[in-house]
């Protein structure tokens, strides 16, 4: 299988700018700076390269929505807040290849314009700043970044930049402003970011993933590209494992890979003695499918939108028979509560309100239509809000009680379900005998390949 | 210019309007909390959400501008809008506490409003009281009072703070529905604009401190009126009741105040409640002044002012007055029969209406109507010191003074030393003013008249603006408007005909001057701009005062 993200991030010098650059690290970039700008954005148009932060857009197309103007030069926003639940793939590439996410920044400043870039990283990833300013003071020093980039006349800074640990960081228009040092409200489109974004000038938000693409995709050229994964979703995904499956971890794959066989060969079948019961594709925010669902399923755009669910960032969490349904949909459905940003009425109120219903009925005291309930707030919420969030914090509540409608409706008829353990202690709950694991002892397994570092 | 089709009706508008205010001005409803006319769009209450034909998503009404042959759909007429805007006003009202009963805002809350219409509201409650999020009550931020749970979080306070009055006192803290307003530290805010927070605030989250608990809203009767405050001529409203004034609340005019006026004039009707009210005219006797009848003083005015005295006479003017009382006051300067000088000034300098005291609308001069007094030609003559040189000099005859305290800050003494000069050496003097004071010991005649809110007429604002200001009062005891009271010294026949209303002085006699040229009182009554939302619409929150 090609390799383009991770064909270097096992080596454990990687990190190091000259055994990246023994292993062609900014190669692309000298080739780059040869080129006009339009011809870089030409190139990765016509690779068909989309998004990799969840709204699978096409890369290319997004840069050309920009409005150039030569007195305000636009800004190239890295986004690292990977807070998406169940998501730890940009950490790895951080983690494992900084060299070739900087490389990406540069080819995609370039290819745009932009005098000054921030790689935006969620505050919870302090552990990894080290890493990426060492690389950042290496590639600076060796005149890769900085200005007059390489003798030429582009200058450009990469300037880091940490987040305070919110969700909604990660919305390309709140991670503007809080960069901008305010509160990290997503504003109302339009104007879009093209237009007016980061300090009032045209923007382009790309993810991590995204821009690590550029490199790979500059030296060996778009029809390369295209050759990899399928026409309309070309190229590799990064997904992260987690949850009841073997070999949990971060696995580079080509689109249209099977999901089932990415579960049962990469991530080596579910534990002993258990079988799948339900997989989230791609993160929390998207429809969770059944072990049934999965057949057939490849991991793409297409495919996962014809199976009712989303690729979103390609955070996979499995859960197995031994996993009780509702107090998952707790978890998942008090993170959206507590990271509403509280600006618009329907995610604000709605989320919170669908907390407090799965915790009722978690806590034994249920009322009897609670699950009509359920999606009559869900319906409220989706489409009518400012950002992706509301909606995203739906898509969970609605999949978990349509699909798993049973294990709920046993809830509405049992009260022993009183002393269901409280995940929000943080301890090691209780296993009852009905519910089986609480949410955070699902991500206990030790990871083959990175380190995943995530919990619940 | 687009054609907006709204609920069926076609809508010509200047391109970049918003859908709401094409709604507005199509008096067609749509529902809001964060929209405010004079504020930036927030989008963030998601309560004005329409439906765009050829839009997947509702939009917002109050982000979206229209654009040529957009047909746009409201809760009226579009189930899935309706559903939407039920939905939100749900969601508002399941962490709402359930204390209209006790709160203020009642009767003029939005929130309140709304869920009392059938396309919006009336849902049965699917909360038990017990699971709703609480928060801080009750909270003293100095003028405002801070009630977080009926907050929602619509952000035109902050933005308020932000944009307009530019002091950044409040902003948001937590997230998800735990989201409040908050103020630093909770202190007390020192914003001298503080008083529109609770004007903006569509519900009962952020009240006056003044106002509270004061009154239900519903006993309050109003009248549009001018601040007198300043010669900014802000709009404003006041609210009274049982002849006392309970608030005064801005209009919104964009040409002068947009929606916003200052809490020194906001208050300033506390000024004028704590004056000592003259309410009887007196007349000088050997005992000093003693109350007579009006009939009584007008005949003693009268045959005063008719002299001969053979000097020259002195009319003492008030920026503090009406155009039509000194359209009149000058009839009056005229009828006297000596040579007559008339001015408001102290000294001959005239006064710098433009000067500013902040970046938004308060201004030095705290009159109401300087400009209106100069066009008037209430300013010709050489100052009152220097008419005080002259009747000191014993030079003058018949002294006319027309003096109101000022409503913000207080009365200039150097003034009142120049209004005592006069009168010791005046031979016939008559004073017209609204307070029992001691400067106008030994004035043959003391007449009582009517201060701001009690009678009606038109000021001129510093920048030529002239608005009319309706009364709200009745004048105590028996103070009269000095319009009527000066009419009725002039001798009888000198005004023809005879002018019984403000609005006959204002189209006969002060629209006659060429800088009133073109105005007419019945227009100034409806001028458009002062309205909003347009007349015979329902309004929203207190930014809307029509048809309440």
Known sequence: MTKILSEHAEYPDQQ?????????????????????????????????????????????????????????????????????????????????????????????????????????????????????????????????????????????????????GAYICGEETGLMESLEGKRAYPRVRPPFPAVRGFNGRPTVVNNVETLANLPWIIHHGAEAFRAVGTSDSPGTKLVSLSGCISRPGVYEIPMGYPLKQLLEQEGGGPLPDRYFKAVIPGGTSVPVLTAEEIEGVTIDFESMRQAGTLLGSGGM??????????????????????????????????????????????????????????????????????????????QPVRSFVSKFRQEFEALLHDSSTSNAPDWQTHGHGPRTARHGLVAEEIVRSEPVTGRPTYRW | MPIVTIDGHPISVEPDTLIIQAADRAGIEIPRFCYHPDLRPEGNCRMCLVHIKGFANLSPACTTPVTDDMVVNTAHQHDQVRQATKGVLEFLLINHPLDCPVCDQAGECSLQDFYLHPDYGLHPSDVDPPEKVRKRKALNLGPIYLDSERCVMCSRCVRFSNEVSGTGELQFVHRGNHVEIEAFEDRALRDPYAGNLADVCPVGALTSRDFRFKRRVWFLRHANSICAGC??????????????????????????????????????????????????????????????????????GQEGMR??????????????????????????????????????????????????????????????????????????????????????????????????????????????????????????????????????????????????????????????????????????????????????????????????????????????????????????????????????????????????
């Not at chain 2, 919104?252 to 006026?261: D, E, L, T």
């Open chain 1, 317 to 394: 969490i499995v859960f197995d028979d031994s996993v009780s349904m509702p107090p998952m949909l707790r978890a998942i459905s008090h993170f959206y509560a507590t990271e509403s940003c509280g600006e618009c009425t329907p995610c604000r109120e709605g989320t919170g309100w669908m907390a407090a219903i799965v915790d009722r009925l978690l806590d034994g005291r249920p009322q009897v239509d609670d699950l009509d309930r359920l999606l009559r707030i869900g319906n409220n919420i989706e489409g009518r809000t400012i950002c992706g969030l509301g909606d995203a914090a739906v």
């Open chain 2, 307 to 548: 002299g001969p005295y053979g000097r020259v006479s002195a009319v003492v003017a008030s920026a503090m007055a009406t155009n039509e009382t000194l359209w009149i006051l000058r009839q009056c300067a005229n009828s006297l029969p000596t040579p007559t000088e008339i001015d408001f000034r102290l000294q001959s300098i005239n006064p710098d209406i433009n000067a500013r005291e902040d970046h938004l609308l308060r201004r030095l001069d705290k009159a109401p109507n300087s400009r209106g007094a100069m066009l008037l030609g209430a300013g010709a003559g050489r100052g009152i010191e220097a008419m005080a040189q002259s009747a000191e000099e014993g030079k003058v005859g018949v002294v006319v003074i027309l003096h109101y305290p000022p409503l913000v800050g207080q009365d200039d003494n150097a003034r009142l030393a120049a209004f005592q000069r006069l009168i010791r050496g005046a031979a016939f003097s008559v004073v017209l003013t609204n307070t029992v004071s001691g400067w106008w010991n030994g004035a043959d005649v003391v007449l009582p008249v009517a201060s701001w809110s009690e009678e009606e007429g038109t000021f001129t604002n510093f920048a030529g603006i002239t608005q009319l200001t309706e009364a709200a009062l009745t004048p105590p005891g028996e103070a009269r408007p000095a319009w009527k009271a000066l009419r009725d010294l002039l001798p009888v026949g000198s005004l023809s005909p005879r002018l019984a209303t403000v609005e006959q002085i204002f189209d006969r006699g002060v629209a006659v001057i060429s800088a009133f040229e073109g105005l007419h009182y019945a227009t100034l009554a409806s001028r458009e701009a002062t309205v909003y939302p347009p007349e015979g619409r329902k309004s929203y929150g207190q930014e809307g005062f029509a048809g309440r």
């Open chain 1, 16 to 164: 190091e700018l000259t055994a990246a650059k023994r292993r062609g690290a900014y190669e692309a970039w000298h080739q780059v700076l040869a080129q006009r700008p339009a011809d870089v954005i030409g190139e990765v148009a016509d690779s068909g390269l989309r998004g990799r932060g969840g709204a699978g857009f096409p890369t290319g197309r997004k840069w050309r929505f920009l409005q150039f103007d030569a007195e305000r030069p636009p800004y190239l926003l890295c986004n690292a807040d990977e807070s998406e639940p169940g998501t730890f793939k940009d950490h790895w590439l951080l983690e494992h290849d900084p060299h070739r996410v900087i490389e990406g920044i540069l080819i995609a400043a370039y290819a745009i314009q932009a005098r000054e870039a921030f790689l935006y990283i969620r505050g919870e990833y302090a552990s990894l700043l080290p890493g990426i300013g060492r690389a950042l003071e290496e590639a600076r020093a060796e005149g890769l970044v900085g200005p007059n980039v390489l003798s030429s006349d582009y200058s450009l800074d990469i300037i880091v930049v940490v987040g305070a």
């Open chain 2, 231 to 300: 010669s900014t001529g802000c709009n404003v409203r006041i609210d009274y009741a049982e002849n006392a004034i309970d608030r005064v609340v801005p209009r919104r005019n964009p040409a002068v105040n947009k929606s916003w006026m200052c809490d020194e004039g906001r208050l300033s009707y506390h000024n004028l409640q704590d004056l000592p009210r003259l309410e009887s005219p007196l007349q000088r006797t050997e005992a000093g002044l003693q109350p007579v009848s009006w009939e009584e003083a007008m005949l003693l």
